[in-house]
Every structure is written in structure tokens, then in C-alpha cells.
């Protein structure tokens, strides 16, 4: 077992990459890369994202990474009728609740929740479920939280905190999404 690992017993922080720029899920990857890299035993878990993102492709195969089940599609929140809102509602709840058992029973290292912070802003999950699992997770487990606008009671929980603000974007002028670089 790695000496680094037995170490961190008792040392898992919280970091929260939020902001209306993009990278907050490169920085989360980039940090559950360089874990895993370290040996240790990664979960992502992806909020309002189907599973065909470049990152997760290449991830995947990376030795301690494991990615939670991910939706065939997801629309944005705003064009989801109200029968797809409750059933989106449905499925992060669940996803959360399975994340958190999982990465618990199964002693992982990192759990990343990658745009839970949104999913709590569009109203599919309760930000007190959120808060109340990292008032009492495990003490050695890490935690990478996404998305904007945390509420204040989650800055106040969290270890780190960056935020991360766009400038300019080139979906401002209607380019879209290119794989292997914004998807």
C-alpha cells in the first residue's frame, strides 16, 4: 500500500471549481488524473451531462478511475418540459445518493460531483442533501464539487474555492461546442 496514502487518513478536503468560464470540469479532471496518478482510487459522477465527453472517453481507461453511470442525453434545463424536470429530479437525486454510498462503501479516495452545483441551481437537487453529506463524509475522502453559484453555507464547507470567470467565449458569437476541446 502507498505510504503517501496511509498518511492522508483523516485529510480529505473539498474543493469547489465554480463561475460562468470554462475549465471547471478540466481543473476537476485534471485533479482526479493527477490522483489517480498518486494511486489512488477515483469516482466521477456527472450531473445534467450524457456520458460522450472527450474527457470521459480518454478517462476511462485509466487505471483508478471509475465513472458513475451516465445519462444517454440531457437537455438544458430550460428546455425541458415539466415531466422531463421531474424525472431529471429523479435520476440526481438517485445519482447522488448512489455516488455518496459508493464512494463510502467502497473506500474511494476522491469522489468528484462535476456539475452538481448546477444541477442544485436548476432545482433537481436539494442543496441541504449536498450540504448534509459534507458535514459527515468520510474524513479521508476528497471531494471536487462544480458549477455555479454555490450557496454560502457550501463556501463555508469547502477548502478550496476557485472561481473561475469568462471574458470571452466564442459561444458569444454562436460557434458552438468542438469535440476534444469544449465537449
Do not use: W
Amino acid at each position: 500500500m502507498n505510504t503517501e496514502k496511509e498518511s492522508r487518513t483523516g485529510t480529505g478536503l473539498v474543493h469547489i471549481y465554480s463561475g460562468d468560464g470554462k475549465g471547471k470540469t478540466t481543473a476537476g479532471m485534471g485533479l482526479c488524473v493527477r490522483a489517480a496518478g498518486a494511486g489512488y482510487r477515483v469516482l466521477i459522477c456527472q450531473f445534467m451531462k450524457d456520458g460522450s465527453s472527450s474527457e470521459r472517453r480518454a478517462m476511462e481507461h485509466i487505471p483508478g478511475i471509475t465513472f458513475v453511470s451516465a445519462r444517454d442525453r440531457v437537455s438544458f434545463s430550460f428546455r425541458m418540459s415539466e415531466e422531463e424536470k421531474r424525472a431529471e429530479r429523479d435520476f440526481c437525486r438517485c445519482l447522488l445518493a448512489d455516488a455518496i454510498r459508493t464512494a463510502s462503501a467502497e473506500h474511494y479516495d476522491v469522489l468528484f460531483l462535476d456539475e452538481v452545483l448546477y444541477a442544485v441551481r436548476a432545482g433537481f437537487l436539494e442543496e441541504s442533501e449536498l450540504i448534509s453529506f459534507l458535514e459527515h463524509k468520510p474524513g479521508n475522502l476528497e471531494v471536487i464539487l462544480t458549477g455555479r453559484d454555490p450557496g454560502a453555507r457550501l463556501l463555508e464547507l469547502c477548502d478550496y474555492h476557485s472561481e473561475i470567470c469568462k471574458r470571452k467565449h466564442p459561444f458569444d458569437r454562436q460557434q458552438g461546442a468542438r469535440d476534444g476541446i469544449e465537449r
